[in-house]
């Protein structure tokens, strides 16, 4: 399964069942996974059961953990056939989830973490600075007039909104992957070795920011329609959904810079088209 960063995955047809089988050369990574899901599970999220793992590099030169596979795919896949009434659902079920984790215990510090640790950052804003690499460079493709005014909006306009988040528990990496969908309807939820720690509408910027990166310029601007229904079950104010429009613009710019050599003139075109209309929401709101 290649649609992931840090781990090598396998979707494994068994006699009887199908499993899911994740490795990773350091075990640090799976070393809170099976805790995060059984907090989450307590919570009354769906999340896949852990059936057995090792992480001591004993028997094979990584760790490893074998879970019941939820059956579906990852919601990039569904999104563009799915009805208006089931991207209602999915993105009500989506909120009430990160409704749910947002009652846990607020964090130390901002960032990425297992449930409960540490986060490496103590801003949110120092977190969003580094972690879109918002200071660098316009990557080739992006231009520079873009970039500049991202960093502008996030330096100013935007900072007072920026340095007043706290750091609540929040499930970044909800976005058009690991929310498990079958024909229009949920399934279950995945990939937990770590959750994020400040504001949520960072999660709904990443998702924006996929959306166009997977499927606008292929069928149009309808799926995101999903992220409208996020911001609006989720009773982001303007100010808000300004956060929400910023995020993904400088994701979109960070996607860029990831994805040098690999991209077509129409992607990259598509994706400057959506960073300049995200930075000319953010720069008509009223904060």
């Known amino acids: ?94 909120v009430r989830f990160q409704q749910l984790v947002a009652g846990l215990p607020p964090g130390r510090g901002f960032g990425y973490v297992p449930i409960g640790e540490r986060g490496r950052y103590t801003s949110w804003f120092e977190l969003v600075r580094q972690e879109t690499q918002a200071t660098l460079p316009a990557p080739a493709g992006i231009p520079a007039e873009l970039a500049e005014r991202a960093r502008r909006l996030l330096e100013g306009k935007l900072r007072p909104y920026l340095m007043q988040i706290q750091p609540i528990c929040f499930l970044d990496d909800l976005t058009v992957k690991n929310v498990i969908v079958a024909d229009g309807e949920l399934q279950g939820l995945v990939d937990f070795d770590g959750v994020c720690y400040g504001d949520w509408c960072f999660a709904i910027g990443l998702t924006a920011t996929g959306i166009v990166c997977d499927l606008v310029c292929n069928v149009g601007d309808e799926p995101l329609a999903y992220v409208e229904a996020l911001c609006r079950l989720g009773g982001l104010d303007q100010e808000r959904r300004a956060a929400v429009a910023l995020y993904a613009a400088l994701f979109a710019i960070d996607f860029v810079r990831r994805e040098q050599g690999e991209v077509t003139p129409a992607w990259l075109a598509c994706m400057s088209a959506a960073t300049e209309r995200w930075l000319a929401f953010v720069e008509q709101v009223e904060t």
Do not use: C, W
């Open 1 to 94: 399964m290649t649609f992931g960063h840090n781990s090598i995955t396998y979707d494994v047809t068994l006699a009887e069942r199908n499993v899911i089988v994740r490795m990773n050369r350091q075990p640090a990574v799976f070393a809170r996974t099976a805790a995060n899901l059984q907090i989450l599970r307590e919570l009354g999220l769906p999340v896949p059961t852990v059936i057995t793992a090792d992480l001591t590099l004993r028997r094979y030169p990584f760790a490893y953990l074998i879970l019941a596979k939820i059956p579906g795919r990852d919601l990039r896949y569904e999104l563009p056939t799915m009805r208006p009434e089931q991207i209602t659902r999915l993105a009500g079920q989506i």
